[in-house]
Every structure is written in structure tokens, then in C-alpha cells.
């Protein structure tokens, strides 16, 4: 009898109530949201800076021949506008999260407890995909107003694009962050990526008016994919077959990505 009590006493135990990954990643998102919300200088980063680098694209598209690459001023800029987003919302913002977690001991902790890695990651970068979300749709609709752009003549490249550009931010951020040390040194290892997205990407001016090779160099950088789709769907130059050869590419930076994540992410700091 007591033997059967105590084994009833121990299930009993043990059989508490359990969190869910949806619940836990919810309060991971929440806790993000709040803190990035009294973080000054991540929302300059985030909601100042995509549009004064869009601004200052405005002022050298102008000088641009597009209407013979076959673009619009707007149908340049609103995929610009959104890159920005992708590189300054995102990927320099979870960066800088990642690490400064990682410092604080917090994914150390939270890799103690029931969250697994790809919850406690993808966790963490919600409240900066739901803010870039939020902007990217601010931005299309005044870029649209304003510029008096038509709808995508290829919508479905349009929404892969932005789709694999907030997957792809989130893993290189991730990625980035495995080398990175400290927050300080964050600024640096930012600096490869942010920089070969504005002037390689096609942020700045159109892979076009590059010479060939430079140009099919440039296409194979992490966001140009993400470019291509995005002004591509918009302006309807891009075919099928260009827009698979996009896919691919983008596909390549994501599984290296999964891959160096897997392979050299910390969980806690380096000594």
C-alpha cells in the first residue's frame, strides 16, 4: 500500500504542468519587445536609419538612367527601402541581441530550462522581425503613394523575396554573432555584411551598371538574391528561370548559415 502511494505521490509530482514552445517563445518575444522598446539607439538603427539610406538612394537614382534597365524610381527604391530594413532592422539589430544575451548569460540560462536552441533563437529575434515587419509594410504603402507605383507585376517574387530576406537576416545575425566576442567588437564583424549589402547588393544602384564580372560576383552576396526578387517581381524583368537561380543562391546562404550556427554558435561567454 504505501509502496503504491508513494509511486502515485512521485507521478504526481512530476506530472506538473508543462509550458508549451508557443507559449515560451511568446514570453521570450515579449520580454524582446520590451526591452527594444527602451533601447534608444536600436530604434534609430531600426526605424531612422532604413530611411535616411533610402533618401540618400533617392538622391543618386535619380541621376540613373533606370527607365533603360527597364526600372521606375519607385520600383528601385521600395525594394531599397525594404533591404535596409533586412540589414539595419534586423541583421545588425539581433546581432548586437545575440551577444549582448549571450554576455548577460541569459541564453545560458535559458539553454538550462525547457526552451530548445532553435526556440531560444528564433525566440529572440521575433520582437525585431515583428518591428521590420511593421516598417517594411509602412514603407510599401507610402512608397507606393508617394511614388505612384503600381502594384508587382510578379507578386509571388515579390513575397519570396522579402520572406527569404527575414529568414536569411535572422540566420547571418546568428552566424555573425558565433564569431563575434564582445558587443564592442559587434560593430566590427557587422561591418563586412552591412557593407557589401549596400554598395553589392544593389541598394545603392543597380547591379547593372557594373561590368559583367563585378556584377556576377555581386549577385552571389547574401541579399542580392533578396534584391533581385524584390525589384525583379516589381518591375516584372525577372523570369522563372531567374528567379529559381535567386532562390538558389539565397537557399545556399541559409543552409551555411544553419550550418556555422550549428557548428560555432556560443551559448555563453568567451573567456
Known amino acids: 500500500m504505501s509502496g503504491t502511494l508513494t509511486q502515485a505521490g512521485h507521478e504526481t509530482a512530476t506530472a506538473g504542468p508543462r509550458t508549451t514552445a508557443a507559449s515560451r517563445m511568446k514570453a521570450l518575444a515579449r520580454a524582446e519587445l520590451t526591452l527594444l522598446g527602451r533601447h534608444k539607439a536600436g530604434l534609430v538603427m531600426l526605424l531612422v536609419m532604413p530611411l535616411a539610406l533610402t533618401l540618400s538612394s533617392m538622391s543618386v537614382a535619380k541621376d540613373m538612367d533606370l527607365e533603360k534597365m527597364g526600372l521606375s524610381l519607385g520600383t528601385m527604391l521600395i525594394p531599397t527601402a525594404i533591404a535596409y530594413v533586412l540589414v539595419f532592422g534586423i541583421y545588425t539589430q539581433l546581432v548586437g541581441t545575440y551577444v549582448t544575451r549571450r554576455e548577460e548569460l541569459v541564453l545560458k540560462r535559458l539553454r538550462t530550462g525547457e526552451p530548445g536552441d532553435v526556440e531560444i533563437l528564433a525566440g529572440t529575434s ?71 549589402s549596400m554598395f553589392g547588393s544593389g541598394l545603392f544602384f543597380p547591379l547593372e551598371v557594373l561590368p559583367d564580372t563585378v556584377a556576377t560576383i555581386c549577385e552571389l552576396l547574401p541579399l542580392s538574391p533578396v534584391v533581385e526578387l524584390m525589384r525583379g517581381g516589381w518591375s516584372g524583368t525577372l523570369s522563372w528561370s531567374g528567379a529559381l537561380g535567386a532562390v538558389a543562391i539565397a537557399a545556399a546562404w541559409i543552409v551555411l548559415s544553419v550550418f556555422t550556427v550549428k557548428k560555432r554558435f556560443r551559448w555563453e561567454p568567451r573567456r
Open 126 to 196: 521575433v520582437a525585431a522581425l515583428t518591428a521590420a515587419v511593421v516598417q517594411c509594410l509602412v514603407l510599401i504603402t507610402a512608397g507606393a503613394l508617394l511614388l505612384d507605383v503600381e502594384m508587382p507585376s510578379r507578386v509571388l517574387f515579390v513575397a519570396v523575396g522579402i520572406l527569404l530576406g527575414l529568414v536569411l537576416s535572422v540566420l547571418l545575425a546568428a552566424a555573425t554573432a558565433a564569431f563575434t566576442k564582445s558587443v564592442e567588437s559587434s560593430q566590427l564583424t557587422i561591418a563586412p555584411v552591412m557593407l557589401l
